[in-house]
C-alpha cells in the first residue's frame, strides 16, 4: 500500500462564468445585484447608464455610485475573493449602518450575466484609483484552470473617477454632486440586446427594489437610483420613482405584527379609518411565530370600470389596468431591499388567485394588489435565501409568513365588501333594523339576508299604493316581482346543494381518515382468512370455528363504513321530496360525529347534551350544514388556544313556545366585541381560506327556510356560544 496522499480541489475557470450566467436567472436580477452592492458601500446615489448601441456583442451598461469605494487591499483580499465572509463578519456598512444585502459575497459575479467584459473602476476618500479589467470569456475556456486566468488591474491617479472623469459627466448630467470617491462598473458587449421594453422593465423593477419605508440611520441616508439613457430612450430616463397614479388607493392596510402574533391594523376604505388587533394563530411547539415580526402595507384596486372611474384619473379604464398589470404584486423586502423573485409579474407566491377562486365577491386577486412585506436579516433568522439568491427556503418559517399575511389581508378584505355592498344596495334613510329576541341573555347582529339585493317587493307594493288604477304597469310588476321570486328560489336551490358538497369537500380528510382503520382491517382480516383456508394441516370444524370469527370482525367493520356512510349522506347532491319525521338529536349526534377525527386531532373534547327524542320534519342536510359549521368553526378557534382545556359543547333543548334550540358553545377566544356585529354578514371571515358564508348560510337556514334565528349568545364556557332556534316543521 502507498503512503497518503493529499490534493487540493482545483476548480476549472468556467465554474466562475456558471456563478455569474448560470445561478442568476436574468439579465434585469443581474443589474439589481450590481445595484444592491452600491447600497452596501452606503452610496447615496447610483446611476444605471446604458450606452448605444444596445445591441448583442456591442454596447455598455454603466453602474455608478458615490459609495465609500474600494482600496487596492480591498481589491486583493475581498473583491477578487470568491464567496468572501467579509460582509457576513462586518454585518452592516461602515457610515450607514446598512444590513448587508450581498451576505454571500457572490453578486459581482452577476456581471458574467449582463457582458462579456468588465471595468471595474473604485476610489475610497483620499486613495488611489483602482482600475481592473475582466474578460469573461477568457474563463469559458474548457481546458483553463480558475487560477490560469490572469486579471490585470492597476493603481494610480484619479482618471474616471475625478471632477472630470466620465462617472462625475454622468452625475452632472442627472443634476447630481460630484464626487470623487465610488465605484464605477463599465459592462462591455452586451451578452444580449436591450429593447425599449427591457429599459421600461429594468426602470419599473428598480422603482420596486427600495421600500419608502426602509428604515433610516439618519437623515443622510438615501438611496437614489436614476436612469441614464439614449436619445431614442429619453422618456424612460431620469429618477426612478413610483407611479404617481397609485399614490392614492381606494383601499389601504397598514399592520405590525410581532413576534408574538399580535396584529395591530390599520385599515383606511374610501377615507374611512379604521384600527382594530388580532391575535395570530401560533403553532403547539412554538410561543411566537415561526416566521418573526414582519410588517405589512397593502392597496387594493377596483378594476371594473365604474372602481376605475372613482378615482378621477384621467386615464382610459384600459390603460389604468395595463399600469396596474404592470406593477402590481406583493413584494416582500429585507431590510429595506427587495428579495426577488416576491411580486414579479406572474409571481403568486401568497396564491391570491387560487383563493379568489371560491369567493370572488370577497376576496381579492393579485392583478388588484401593490403591497410590500417587509422583514429583517436579525428579527427574521429563520426566512432564509436559497441557494441561487432568488427567493426564500420553503420551510416551515416561509409557510407561516405566507398563513400570517393572509390572515391579516382578511381584515380588509371584508370591509371592502361591506363598503362595495353598501354602494350597491344603500340603506333607506332613518332605517333601523329590528333585533329578533335571543335566548340566554345573548344578542343577535343583524343579518343581511343572501339576496336581499334582489328583493322588489317594496317597489311592487308602491306602484301599486301610488297608481292603483293602472292595471298594465300593475301586471307588468307583478310579473317581473313573480320571475325574481322565482329566479331567486332556484339559485337558493342551487346555493344549497352546493353548499351541502362544499361541506363535503371540506370533510373529505376527515372521512378518509375514518373510512382507513376499518378498511385496512377488512383487508387484513380477509388475508388471514384465505391464509386459514389453505392451512392443510387444520381439521375442518377448527377452521370453520376461525372463519366465524374472522367473519364476525368483518362485519364489524362493515358495519363501521355503513354508519360512516349514513352521516355524510345527508351532504350528497341528491334530495328525495319533502322530509319526512326524523329525531332532531340523531341528526345532531350525526352531524358531530363526522367531525369526531378532526376534533381528536386538534384535542378538543366535544360533549353532547341531548337527553330528549324530538321529532320534527326538519331536511337533516340543512341541519347538519348548521352543525358542521358551528362546530367546525369551534375547533378552528379551540386550535389557537394553548392556556385553557379545549372543549365543545353541543345541546339539545325545547323552548317553551315547542320550537327546537340547538346551542354550540365553546372555551376557545370568543367573539371579539368589535366584530360582532358583522360575523353574520356575507363574505366576513377572520380564517385564512374561509369564504365567509359559513354563518351566513347557516342564518339563511335557521332564517329563513325554518322561521327562526341564528344567535350569538353568552358562553358558559367562556368562549363563543351560538344558538340556533328551529320555529317551523318542530
Partial sequence: MTSPMTSALRPRARLLRALGADLISSESVALIELVKNAYDADAQNVI?????PLTEGEGAIEVIDDGHGMTAETIAKTWIEIATSNRTRGGSSR????????????????????????????????SLEVVLDIDWEAFSDEDAYLDEIPIGWRVGDSDYLSLTGRANLARQANALPVAEHGTMLCLRGLSRGWTKKD????????????????????????????????????????????????????????????????????????????????????????????????????????????????????VTAKDFRGDLDAVAGVLLYRDGFRVLPYGETGNDWLELDRRRLNTPQLRVSNNQVIGEVTVSATQNPELRDQTNREGLVDNAAYQALVSAIKLVLNELEWRREQHRSAERN??????????????????????????????????????????????????????????????????????????????????????????????????????LAEQTIGHRSLPCPEKLTILRGRLSEIRAQTDALTSLFRRIQPFGGRRRGRPAVTVLEHVVKDAVEVLAGRASQNNVDVRLDLPGRTE??????????????????????????????????VSVRSLDDGAACLTVDDSGPGVPEDIRDVIFEPYFTRREDGTGLGLAIAGEIVDDVYGGELTLVESDLGGAAFQAVFRRRV
Avoid at 48 to 52: A, E, G, H, Q, S
Avoid at 232 to 251: I, K, M, Q, R, S
Avoid at 632 to 638: E, S
Fill in 616 to 649: 320534527v320534519k326538519l331536511d337533516p342536510s340543512e341541519v347538519q350544514q348548521v352543525v358542521v359549521n358551528l362546530v367546525d368553526n369551534a375547533i378552528h378557534w379551540l386550535s389557537t388556544v394553548r392556556e385553557r382545556p379545549r372543549q365543545v359543547h
Fill in 48 to 52: 444605471v447608464r446604458f450606452v448605444p
Fill in 95 to 126: 457610515r450607514f449602518g446598512r444590513t448587508f444585502l450581498g451576505e454571500k459575497g457572490i453578486g459581482r459575479f452577476a456581471a458574467a450575466k449582463i457582458a462579456n467584459a468588465m471595468t471595474l473602476v473604485s476610489r475610497r476618500q483620499g
Fill in 426 to 527: 344603500p340603506k333607506p334613510p332613518n332605517s333601523t333594523p329590528q333585533d329578533a329576541p335571543a335566548d340566554r341573555g345573548g344578542r343577535r347582529s343583524v343579518r343581511r339576508p343572501l339576496f336581499s339585493e334582489f328583493e322588489v317587493s317594496d317597489i311592487a307594493d308602491e306602484v301599486r299604493r301610488r297608481l292603483p288604477t293602472d292595471d298594465p304597469l300593475i301586471t307588468i310588476v307583478e310579473e317581473r316581482e313573480r320571475l325574481i321570486a322565482d329566479g331567486v328560489r332556484r339559485v337558493r336551490e342551487t346555493l344549497s346543494r352546493y353548499s351541502r358538497l362544499a361541506v363535503l369537500g371540506r370533510l373529505v380528510d376527515d372521512i378518509i381518515h375514518d373510512g382507513q382503520h376499518p378498511t385496512g382491517r377488512i383487508v387484513s382480516v380477509a388475508d
Fill in 199 to 314: 429599459v421600461a422593465g429594468i426602470r419599473r423593477d428598480l422603482s420596486r427594489l427600495i421600500t419608502p419605508r426602509r428604515p433610516q440611520q439618519s437623515d443622510d441616508d438615501v438611496f437614489n437610483i436614476f436612469i441614464d439613457a439614449p436619445e431614442d430612450l429619453v422618456e424612460l430616463a431620469g429618477p426612478v420613482v413610483p407611479n404617481p397614479a397609485f399614490a392614492t388607493p381606494p383601499y389601504h392596510l397598514m399592520a405590525e405584527i410581532t413576534a408574538k402574533g399580535r396584529a395591530i391594523v390599520t385599515t383606511v376604505v374610501h377615507g374611512k379609518r379604521e384600527e382594530t388587533a388580532l391575535d395570530l394563530p401560533l403553532p403547539e411547539d412554538r410561543d411566537g411565530l415561526p416566521c418573526g415580526p414582519f410588517a405589512m402595507n397593502v392597496s387594493v384596486w377596483d378594476r371594473d370600470v365604474e372602481g376605475i372611474r372613482s378615482l378621477g384619473l384621467n
